[in-house]
């Protein structure tokens, strides 16, 4: 069982930066592919970032936050970022990081923007931006 904790949400304004952690609770964490989304009341989660895995890690960004958004993982620490930046008011929402449970998946690299392709998910972070 694979534990993610996020952290790093919070109030921020219009055109400011925010970095949200997600840390994992095993070592195999390195080998999975992972990634970031983010949910609104009424609506489905919806996909942020994915990152494979590997010393790089090959990215992935929705389309709304690709010039914005950075993600990038740590494997020392077990924790993956997503650095965003330009922040708009319609980038509110509760960000939740999720993992794969299956080493080196090659279906990854075509899944990533499916939630159901992961299957441990953290507890959520609020992030809010006011205009």
């Known amino acids: 069982q694979v534990h993610l904790v996020e952290s790093g949400g919070g109030l921020v304004q219009a055109g400011g930066s925010l970095r949200l952690s997600c840390k994992a609770s095993e070592r195999t964490f390195t080998e999975k592919g992972m990634g970031w989304f983010r949910q609104v009341p009424g609506k489905d989660r919806e996909f942020v970032a994915a990152?494979?895995?590997?010393?790089?890690?090959?990215?992935y960004y929705a389309e709304s936050v690709e010039d914005r958004f950075k993600i990038s993982r740590n494997d020392y620490m077990n924790t993956m970022y997503l650095q965003m930046n330009r922040l708009e008011p319609q980038d509110t929402a509760v960000y939740y990081c999720?993992?794969?449970?299956?080493?080196?998946?090659?279906?990854?690299?075509?899944?990533?923007?499916?939630?159901?392709?992961?299957?441990?998910w953290g507890q959520g972070t609020q992030v809010t931006v006011s205009s």
């Open positions: 990152i494979t895995w590997g010393g790089g890690g090959t990215t």
């Open positions: 999720g993992a794969d449970d299956v080493i080196y998946n090659p279906q990854f690299y075509t899944t990533h923007r499916d939630p159901k392709t992961y299957d441990y």
